[in-house]
């Protein structure tokens, strides 16, 4: 696993908000993640945006199988 250094500074206030749509069971997922690790649920799904983005840097594209 990776770690990579963030780039914002701690409590930074943040300029933009996102909403996005999940079913019940991903958000119970993700509150799972959270009781496990107290990472936030935010950061979570930040973190995998990141990770989703990087690859399509690396890649120059984007491949999702949607159900």
Do not use: P
């Not at 993700?30 to 936030?40: E, V």
């Amino acid at each position: 696993m990776d770690t990579v250094q963030g780039y914002k500074e701690f409590k930074e206030q943040k300029k933009q908000i996102l909403y996005c749509r999940m079913d019940d069971s991903m958000i119970d997922k993700l509150r799972a993640i959270r009781k496990k690790t107290g990472i936030s649920t935010s950061e979570i799904i930040r973190e995998g945006v990141r990770r989703l983005l990087r690859d399509v840097e690396e890649e120059g594209s984007i491949s999702l199988k949607l159900d």
